[in-house]
């Protein structure tokens, strides 16, 4: 049986440097940014001014979710859908012109069941160039999504997909070659 009463967060979870961030951005940034508010520019630099990386370009709709923005990189002319929910206790890391739709999550952590603590285990997520992560899709702490891959609408992702790839279900599962109509 775990012991919860035993659980404690990891050393150095949030440094000292960041604490004051932390309590701004839960207080004031967050709630603004997961809004209903419209608008892509002014999330960009909300994200920016907490410390994520943002390239150019792209749409960012509302009610986005971002727990550490200091831990999110995003590239050029990528679009986030409405509700997304990035549980970024590890880096996130997306690349150029990648779509993540409506209601994705992407998760950074888990807690160890083996362990009577419940420690907490994170790794972080990356999404390779031109991807698109179809609507209410989940990723697991460690995924890689290659570059051109598709993601079906609600699929789970647990690891890697091959570049070039469309993948679907729960576990998701290669389904097929990514063809482009040149």
Known sequence: MQNLKQYKLPKNWVSKSNFLKLIIWRIVGFPILSSFIPGTLWRKILLIIFGSKIGRGGRIKPYLKVTYPWKLKVGNYCWIGE????DNLDNVNIGNNVCLSQRTYLCTGNHNYKSMNFDLITKPITIEDGSWIGACCILSPGSLIG????????????????????YMGNPAKFLRERKFNL
């Open 83 to 86: 509700e997304v929910w990035i």
């Open 147 to 166: 570059r051109n891959s598709v993601v079906s609408m609600g699929s789970l992702i647990k690891g890697t997909t091959e570049q070039n790839s469309i």
